[in-house]
């Protein structure tokens, strides 16, 4: 797996990527090709505490996990447990769905406009290529991500679709025809 590790408000010392590094490693035994695989970290600091993100890309889903803690030894340990979680609870599902289909990337490109910013309250505006996908993938998807929304487009509706997580922890779902 390559890894790129990046500080905000942090110094990234030898002694913590090489931390990083070897409890990632760990999780190349979950994928069928690690070295094609580009995993990045964010780690920062706000207040005491210590903040580390972690995305995994792969060419059928995308993995992120996001952890705090006072010590950010500690703050790795717990974002590798819970990506391990993530893929260990989602591998059955994951392996039904995509045993046979052929591979393809599921990797957004973002850009991000900064300079047409004004005045405004916006401030990150990104644009997604999607790709087709019927809504139990993109509840898998949100899941994955850990996000509290989806953007995607609706195979078996026709349209772009909004899956959202509610406060009830079941989904909704927006329709824009």
Not at 96 to 107: A, G, H, I, T, V
Not at 123 to 143: G, N, S, T, V, Y
């Amino acid at each position: 797996m390559k890894i790129t590790i990046r500080g905000e408000k942090v110094t990234i010392t030898k002694a913590i990527k090489e931390y990083i590094t070897e409890k990632l490693t760990k999780l190349d035994k979950y994928f069928d090709n690690p070295k094609n695989i580009d995993c990045r970290v964010l780690v920062k600091v706000k207040n005491n505490q210590e903040s580390i993100e972690v995305t995994v890309p792969t060419s059928r889903f995308t993995l992120r996990a996001e952890e705090r803690h006072e010590d950010l030894y500690a703050a790795v340990d717990l974002v590798i447990d819970k990506l391990e979680r993530q893929i260990r609870k989602n591998k059955t599902r994951l392996d039904d769905k995509y045993r046979n289909l052929p591979s393809f990337e599921m990797n957004f490109a973002f850009e991000v406009e900064d300079s047409e910013i004004e005045e405004t309250n916006i401030i990150k505006r990104k644009d997604i290529d999607m790709k087709p996908m019927d809504e139990e993938e993109a509840m898998l998807q949100i899941e994955l991500l850990n996000h509290d929304f989806f953007v995607f487009k609706n195979v078996d509706e026709d349209c772009v679709s909004v899956l959202y997580k509610r406060k009830d922890g079941k989904y909704g779902i927006i329709n824009v025809k």
